[in-house]
Every structure is written in C-alpha cells, then in structure tokens.
C-alpha cells in the first residue's frame, strides 16, 4: 500500500508542478490537503509516512476517532476541515482542526471565535464561497462574502486566511475553469477593498490542474491518492 501511495503522491505532484509551470507560478506556493474521509487510520499512517503534512476530513465525530487513534504521530499533521461545519460543532472543531476551510456564515464565525478564544488558539479559516447554482453545494453567495470577510477580519480569535470553493463535476474539467476564475476575482476585490492576501483553497480529483492554473493555493485532493484503499 505505502509503495501505491508514493507512486500516486508522486504523480499528483508532478501534475501540480507542470500545471504551475503553465501558469507561471511556483509549486512550492502550493499546498497539498490529502482527504481521508474514506479511509482509516492505517492509511494515514502511510501517508505520513510518504512525507504528506496536510490531511483533510469532512467530519468532526470521523476525525476526532482517527486523530485519538493517532496520538502517537498527530501533532505531525496539520489537520483540516473541509466539509460544512454546524455550529454546534465548533467547539470540537476547534479542538481537533488546525484550520477551517468551510466558514459560511456570522454566526459561525462568532462560536469559532469565541470557542478559539476559550481555548488559547488563534484559527485560521477560510470563507467558503458559492460559486455555482448547485443545490447540493454549501457556501455563501459571492455578493455577501466581502461583508462576511470583513467581519471575520475583526472577530478575536480567527485569522482570516482565504476562500474555498466547489466547482460542479465535469468530465471535461476544462468547464470548471469559470467557478475558480470567478473565486480568483473576488479574491483580487477582496485585495483591493480590504489589502487581504487570499489564499484559495479549491480544486479536487478531477479538477485540480486546472484550479492551480486559475491561483489555488491549496488543492484538496482524495480518490487520486487514496481512492480504493
């Protein structure tokens, strides 16, 4: 398994490097998020063992198992939020994760704060973006999220570290490319009314390559690395 996982974390890499060439960026302003939401903790154990630094998980009851399962070696993973957050949840959030990536609202901007806060930590988050017309997808609208920046921007507690987005699945992920394009602009207003650095976490399996040729900072990738195991 670990000798699989090398050869598939090498190949993602490669692609993340080749499509930062085309875009004239550099690989290392690129962080690799593997998703784990599928796998256990043998798994992790393996990725860690690649050299992977970064894990995310959608879940806080999935990830708070595997992280006590993994006492030994978790303080040598930066752990990872990615699915829709409750409220109700932030307090464990803030416990278990190093970072946010699926803030959506005031409100749950305020409990992450209040519930760092309590806990002597600084978060870093990310604001999660609706850039499709999707049903399915969590986030808040592209009109709103300046305002909701700027909260977060004065909320003890929270630093403010970018946007996240999902693109719709496409067979040609070519058709992705205006849902990142449209992340990377209000990242650019965001700079101009605030002087906020974003980062931008977006890009998956199927998209990634092209999400780091419109500026993804951070990739969060699953199926191409671990699917299967």
């Not at 050869?7 to 290392?28: F, N």
């Not at 993994?70 to 416990?95: C, E, F, P, Y």
Request: proline content about 2%; overall charge positive.
């Amino acid at each position: 398994m670990e000798d699989l996982l090398r050869r598939r974390l090498e190949d993602v890499r490669g692609r993340i490097r080749d499509a930062a060439r085309r875009a004239g960026r550099s690989a290392d302003d690129i962080r690799l998020i593997v998703v784990t939401k599928t796998v256990g903790v043998d798994v992790i154990r393996a990725l860690l063992r690649c050299g992977v630094g970064d894990i995310g998980e959608n879940y806080v009851q999935q990830a708070m198992a595997k992280k006590e399962s993994l006492q030994d070696v978790a303080d040598k993973v930066r752990w990872h939020m990615i699915g829709h957050l409750q409220r109700n949840k932030a307090k464990k959030a803030v416990q278990l994760f190093d970072c946010v990536h699926s803030v959506d609202s005031v409100r749950l901007a305020d409990e992450l704060g209040k519930r760092s806060l309590a806990a002597g930590k600084v978060m870093p988050v990310f604001v999660e973006v609706k850039t499709s017309e999707e049903a399915t997808k969590f986030g808040i609208s592209e009109e709103e999220a300046p305002r909701l920046v700027e909260h977060i921007l004065g909320v003890k507690g929270l630093r403010f570290e970018g946007l996240m987005t999902m693109a719709p699945f496409f067979e040609d992920s070519e058709k992705a490319r205006p849902y990142f394009a449209r992340l990377r602009e209000l990242s650019e207003r965001l700079r101009r009314e605030f002087g906020v650095v974003c980062r931008l976490s977006m890009g998956m399996t199927a998209d990634y390559e092209v999400a780091v040729e419109e500026g993804a900072t951070d990739v969060r990738i699953g199926t191409a690395i671990v699917g299967g195991l």
